[in-house]
Nanobody
Framework: QVELVESGGGLVQPGGSLRLSCTAS????????MGWHRQAPGKQRELVAK???????NYADSVKGRFTISRDNAENTVYLQMNSLKPEDTAVYYC?????????????WGQGTQVTVSS
């Protein structure tokens, strides 16, 4: 089963940018739909952006026009480019994969990376 490791989080000022990376190992990365989710303190985890195995993307309304999800199947990595960051983007960001392995649906998650937007 694929294992996921996120990186790239940190502290950034409002209006700034960050790029998150999520690298997969142990599976056929190109077969999975990949997503970025986030969870702020006291709130439910929410989908931020998703890219299918075929390259189709979709975004939460709150990040449209500011965030871009992309994938590099040769590097087994999915990225989340975050621009024009706002304090309300502060959260732990999680990467996940969705797919079928040997006829079984799997949905592994990474450990998360903290993003803090503050002056």
């Amino acid at each position: 089963q694929v294992e996921l490791v996120e990186s790239g989080g940190g502290l950034v000022q409002p209006g700034g940018s960050l790029r998150l990376s999520c690298t997969a190992s142990g599976g056929i990365f190109s077969m999975y739909d990949m997503g970025w989710h986030r969870q702020a303190p006291g709130k439910q985890r929410e989908l931020v952006a998703k890219v299918t195995s075929g390259g189709t993307t979709n975004y939460a309304d709150s990040v449209k026009g500011r965030f871009t999800i992309s994938r590099d199947n040769a590097e087994n990595t999915v990225y989340l480019q975050m621009n024009s960051l706002k304090p309300e983007d502060t959260a732990v960001y999680y990467c996940n994969a969705d797919g079928w392995v040997g006829g079984v649906y799997v949905r592994p998650w990474g450990q998360g990376t903290q993003v803090t937007v503050s002056s």
